[in-house]
């Protein structure tokens, strides 16, 4: 099994911070109650699972699966109400993270951005993720290839901010951010590269902050020092970026499964922009995957409130 150093690294962190209550929602697959049992033994978090008990506890006899560490809430059969209640339970300070079970997350994420209730801030919510490219040589963040379809430029500005942030989560005090377009030249017949220049101003001007911001950069611009030097562009950090900005979900989830499945990356990944950060997996993840999300998430939580306690 190749190593993730970067991954690893955020595992190793946020074992030493000690675990925090997270509400697993509707874990009704081996993989879901696997998951969050695996990180309870890594002393990553205190799982609440929160579901049909009935259905919970057959799949964990008859895969023995000790859920002694675990708390349970009863919840009926719908996925929906396992999603409200988890939302209830961090409203309520009762949880500090939310945990995908085996419901989908639309249902997940209707109640957590739900205006009655849910877990809603000021800002956009998107998600991001952190990659372990075996040839890379710094985790590197990416978003939003997940949760916003075709945002709009005040919703990329959120995106990006969410994403600085959680960089800041993971010790790199001012990240390199690349808003990716098809070229690096500012094309009206291609909005992503007007966007992209917006951004990397509103970044001059304080409306993004914490990070160097520039755009619109295409993909080889942006990940190699050497084409930009060959085509003379000039960069305004000597580094390769902390942070890709894709133009949309379906540009960013195409890249990110080419990242996974041709380049061998293994990858975290959080929702942010809410109360909480939310752990939101996919049945096809590793276990390496669903473990480092956890971490991932303890981290960025614990930063933005250091002093959270379990209870």
């Known amino acids: 099994m190749p190593e993730h150093p970067h991954l690893d690294r955020i595992i190793a962190e946020a074992c030493q911070l000690g675990p925090v209550r997270v509400a697993v929602t509707y874990p009704c697959s081996t993989s879901a109650i696997e998951a969050a049992m695996t990180a309870s033994r890594l002393g990553l978090i205190e799982p609440v699972l929160v579901g049909p008990r009935a259905r919970i506890e057959a799949i964990a006899r008859e895969k023995a699966i000790d859920l002694a560490a675990a708390e349970l809430i009863e919840t009926g059969e719908d996925p929906a109400e396992?999603?409200?209640?988890?939302?209830?339970?961090?409203?309520?300070?009762?949880?500090?993270?939310?945990?995908?079970?085996?419901?989908?997350?639309?249902?997940?994420?209707?109640?957590?951005?739900?205006?009655?209730?849910?877990?809603?801030?000021?800002?956009?919510?998107?998600?991001?993720?952190?990659?372990?490219?075996?040839?890379?040589?710094?985790?590197?963040?990416?978003?939003?290839?997940?949760?916003?379809?075709?945002?709009?430029?005040?919703?990329?500005?959120?995106?990006?901010?969410?994403?600085?942030?959680?960089?800041?989560?993971?010790?790199?005090?001012?990240?390199?951010?690349?808003?990716?377009?098809?070229?690096?030249?500012?094309?009206?017949?291609?909005?992503?590269?007007?966007?992209?220049?917006?951004?990397?101003?509103?970044?001059?001007?304080?409306?993004?902050?914490?990070?160097?911001?520039?755009?619109?950069?295409?993909?080889?611009?942006?990940?190699?020092?050497?084409?930009?030097?060959?085509?003379?562009?000039?960069?305004?950090?000597?580094?390769?970026?902390?942070?890709?900005?894709?133009?949309?979900?379906?540009?960013?989830?195409?890249?990110?499964?080419?990242?996974?499945?041709?380049?061998?990356?293994?990858c975290a990944g959080i929702v942010l922009g809410t109360t909480v950060p939310i752990i939101l997996t996919s049945r096809a993840d590793s276990e390496k995957c669903r473990v480092a999300s956890c971490a991932l998430a303890v981290l960025h939580a614990r930063h933005r409130s250091p002093s959270r306690r379990t209870a």
């Open 82 to 266: 396992a999603a409200i209640a988890s939302v209830a339970l961090c409203r309520e300070g009762r949880a500090h993270l939310i945990m995908k079970g085996s419901l989908h997350s639309d249902e997940l994420l209707a109640a957590v951005v739900g205006r009655d209730g849910g877990l809603r801030t000021s800002r956009r919510t998107s998600h991001a993720f952190v990659f372990d490219l075996p040839h890379y040589p710094k985790p590197l963040l990416m978003a939003d290839c997940v949760v916003n379809i075709s945002p709009g430029l005040i919703d990329k500005r959120d995106i990006t901010q969410n994403a600085i942030e959680l960089a800041h989560s993971l010790g790199i005090a001012r990240p390199y951010v690349g808003i990716l377009s098809a070229v690096e030249t500012i094309n009206p017949a291609i909005p992503g590269t007007v966007e992209a220049a917006a951004l990397s101003k509103m970044a001059q001007r304080g409306q993004i902050t914490g990070a160097i911001v520039d755009g619109p950069l295409a993909f080889d611009i942006a990940i190699s020092i050497e084409a930009a030097r060959i085509k003379g562009i000039e960069l305004p950090s000597a580094e390769r970026p902390d942070i890709l900005i894709v133009p949309n979900l379906e540009a960013g989830n195409i890249l990110y499964k080419q990242l996974v499945y041709l380049a061998k990356a293994e």
